[in-house]
């Protein structure tokens, strides 16, 4: 009896939620007439908070491993033992003037650390360890390009300011239990070494805010100071949203916290800007609060107001010393950071590379963009058209980021796999470009190459008879039989129907199974149709 009321009440709490998450998509995405956006324009700002790649913590021994055993990663600094004392690791600092440098942010030759107290049981001292008076760097750009899904208009360019870059230690993870109402902890993450990155308010939308993450996922991952790694807590986005008049004073501003995808970011800040719009088109007023991002229901929820400023009681770090960096490489003590060997060290940059390709070879500013976004691909690219001299460029970088990315997006295979392998790329391109085979074909042979296939692309080609036929003779009776099939679409084309012409083309397709070329045989059936 009490299993069959619990199955009626799960089917109720079902159906609650099912229909409010439908009312609140239908909220956001109301067919009514829209207002116009010219009036009130978004203006957004972007926290990020990066978890710096290192095999311990920023003030501890303990590891950082995501995958490990709950409160495994914890030493007694993190658990707040009395007599502990926190150690700064050399590798985080490296990790932030490394990203500063890439950034090109101003460094600080000195440092210091700062105490930010709050009470919360995922923090045992009672306050976190961070940067707030004197950061690591301040100043800095990110140039980046913007796309718009589902929009034709081609990229933009733009720049966003960074304001300052601090490292800081994390805090733990509460786990709450709400049916027998208590609380764990978890504090593997307490202490895992953060980059801080607080830009401007540069950007106006959620695409903008998203390729902004993008970016500076792709810089943090080329130089191994972060693996971006958003699923696993690895990068979380904060954004502070609001909305104003051209011209007028910015609005009051709203806080959306920890966005965990960079897909959730351009729907949390488009769904609060427009939130705000409808807000004060109303007559109402924006409240300076927090919010959170409901993925099921698509929208910002509100979660704390910010009406009395909290008081953290910021107060310098007593137990650890200036972060001193030896900014001209003159210093030769063992435990200070060169900046001029870091410096040295920097890679080439995703918009280094961009310009590069670009300079390289004949690729469209969208075309390096999609490359250089999956750094798979762009090794890939470079690896066909180096070992394949007299392939175009164009139609390699088309297959790699339009038919194989297609494959990807099917999950019918994966960048990184060898399947198909760069070799097969080469191939193809050569013989597509060459006429050889056409476009069908090739995506073909690149789905039976993304299996389990020991062929090789040409061994498929030749086994299926793929092959195009471009013979002359060929053609000709290609294009006769055609005629002798289709007596009545013949005889309407030849009454002024003009577009059954496609419907003869479609035929010759269909019989031919794709193998023709039917630029030669657009050219030989007009030809013919003529004589008849």
């Known amino acids: ?3 069959s009321k619990c199955g009626v009440l799960n089917n109720l709490v079902q159906i609650r939620n099912c229909f409010c998450q439908t009312y609140h998509r239908l909220l956001f995405y109301s067919t009514s007439p829209k207002y116009k956006t010219d009036d009130l324009v978004g203006v957004v700002g972007l926290e990020i908070h990066a978890q710096i790649n290192s095999v311990s913590k920023l003030f501890s021994g303990a590891g950082t491993d995501f995958a490990s055993p709950v409160n495994h990663n914890v030493s007694l600094f993190d658990a707040s033992i009395p007599g502990t004392l926190p150690v700064l690791n050399r590798r985080c600092v490296e990790a932030g003037v490394l990203t500063a440098l890439a950034l090109k942010s101003t460094l600080s030759p000195v440092s210091m650390f700062d105490r930010k107290h709050y009470f919360y049981a995922d923090m045992p001292q009672g306050y976190q360890i961070t940067q707030q008076r004197m950061p690591l760097a301040r100043g800095g750009q990110l140039q980046f390009q913007v796309v718009i899904p589902g929009n034709k208009k081609p990229s933009y360019t733009r720049t966003a300011r960074l304001h300052q870059l601090q490292l800081e230690q994390d805090s733990g993870k509460s786990l709450h239990d709400p049916v027998l109402s208590r609380s764990l902890i978890d504090l ?168 590069r390709l670009q300079a390289d070879y004949p690729l469209s500013p969208d075309i390096t963009m999609r490359l250089v976004n999956e750094p798979e691909l762009q090794e890939m690219f470079e690896c066909v058209v180096r070992d394949n001299p007299s392939c175009s460029h164009v139609i390699a970088a088309n297959l790699l980021t339009i038919e194989l990315m297609t494959l990807v997006n099917k999950d019918l295979c994966s960048l990184g796999s060898g399947r198909p392998s760069t070799k097969d790329i080469g191939v193809l391109t050569e013989l597509f470009q060459d006429k050889k085979i056409n476009l069908q074909t090739v995506r073909t042979v690149l789905e039976i190459l993304a299996g389990d296939s020991t062929q090789s692309a040409t061994e498929i080609i030749t086994n299926q008879e793929m092959w195009l036929v471009s013979d002359p003779g060929e053609i000709t009776r290609i294009c006769e039989e055609a005629i002798q099939r289709n007596p009545k679409l013949v005889e309407a084309y030849k009454k002024g129907k003009t577009k059954i012409f496609s419907a003869l083309l479609g035929d010759i397709a269909k019989v031919t199974k794709n193998r023709a070329d039917m630029s030669l045989v657009t050219k030989q059936l007009q030809e013919l149709l003529k004589k008849e």
């Open 1 to 3: 009896m009490i299993n």
């Open 188 to 355: 593997n993450r307490a202490g895992v070494p953060l980059m801080e990155l607080v830009f401007e308010p540069d950007l106006v939308n959620g695409d903008e805010a998203a390729a902004l993450v993008k970016e500076l996922t792709l810089v943090l991952t080329k130089l191994n100071t972060c693996l971006c790694k958003m699923e696993e807590g690895g990068m979380r986005v904060d954004a502070n949203i609001s909305v104003h008049k051209p011209g007028a004073p910015l609005g009051v501003r709203t806080e959306v916290k920890n966005i965990g995808s960079v897909r959730a970011v351009a729907r949390a800040v488009n769904y609060e800007i427009q939130r705000q719009q409808d807000v004060l088109r109303k007559g109402g007023s924006v409240v300076n609060e927090t919010r959170s991002w409901d993925a099921e229901r698509s929208c910002t929820v509100p979660m704390r107001d910010k009406e009395e400023k909290q008081d953290y009681r910021f107060m310098p770090e007593p137990n650890l010393p200036p972060l001193r960096l030896d900014m001209d490489g003159t210093c030769r003590h063992p435990h200070m950071v060169s900046v001029p060997e870091l410096l040295a060290a920097l890679p080439e940059l995703p918009e280094q590379t961009r310009l």
